[in-house]
């Protein structure tokens, strides 16, 4: 099983959006496909009309020897969530009092392996134990990046971190976010990027109306636009990240 991380620290730059279009990507070439909406606002799970709770919350959640109970199905085939839960907001606190903090999500998600070929994490956007136990848990990190000079700098912070933790073996995949080609500046930061970002994936995701529509339909573009160009677009990253992270698809 390969754990595909959605992450930044900066917040409003399209990373549920991506995580949730990917997952229906993944699930549609027919991987078993699990997302965990790891954010306690809940936006995944909306997006798949699933409620956002865990019954017993955070520490149920790690607790129960019954996994299977805390998936739902989703409307797409092979994809199933595991839902946010309002409690989310105080898992650093419950992390923190764990042996190996900073490795207990890992052995969480251990016991997923035999169920499903890949699992999405949808990251809260900040740095905390969340965060590190998502980087010791991830093969693969993608990294929404608008083009514009603070959102940078958050990548940055993730390649200054990556750096302090030589033990660390996920590969850091960064993409442009929420591109707006009416902006002089994102053109020309996108242009820097293809020499100055190591490990830029060429494959941008354009600043569009019907990935808004995703919070109305509940549902991923592909499947209530499979013929637009978003539903193409995401579907040419995936290809990306298959190709970069050596996936194998059924």
Not at 137 to 159: C, E
């Amino acid at each position: 099983m390969k754990i595909i991380a959605l992450y930044n620290i900066k917040g409003g730059v399209g990373k549920t959006a991506a995580c949730v279009n990917l997952a229906y990507s993944c699930a549609k070439s027919g991987m078993r496909t699990l997302l965990w909406d790891l954010d306690s606002q809940g936006a995944a799970s909306y997006y798949f009309n699933v409620k956002p709770e865990v019954r017993g919350g955070t520490k149920k959640l790690f607790k129960t020897k019954e996994i299977g109970k805390l998936v739902k199905e989703t409307d797409v085939e092979y994809l199933d969530l595991l839902p946010a839960d309002f409690s989310y907001r105080h898992m650093d606190l419950f992390l923190d009092s764990e042996k190996k903090p900073k490795k207990r999500m890992s052995e969480f998600l251990s016991r997923f392996e035999d169920d499903y070929d890949v699992l999405f994490l949808d990251c809260p956007p900040s740095f905390s134990l969340v965060s590190e136990n998502v980087f010791n848990s991830a093969d693969v990190m993608l990294v929404p990046l608008i083009p514009t000079t603070l959102s940078l700098r958050t990548h940055d912070q993730i390649l200054e971190y990556v750096g302090d933790h030589k033990k660390l073996t996920l590969k850091l995949m960064p993409f442009f976010s929420m591109v707006d080609r009416r902006k002089k500046l994102h053109l020309e930061t996108m242009d820097a990027g293809q020499t100055d970002i190591k490990g830029l994936l060429r494959t941008s995701i354009p600043y569009l109306s019907i990935i808004e529509y995703m919070g109305v339909k509940r549902a991923p573009v592909g499947a209530f636009a499979p013929k637009s160009n978003a539903a193409e677009i995401f579907g040419d990253l995936w290809t990306e990240v298959v190709l970069r992270a050596q996936l194998n698809s059924r």
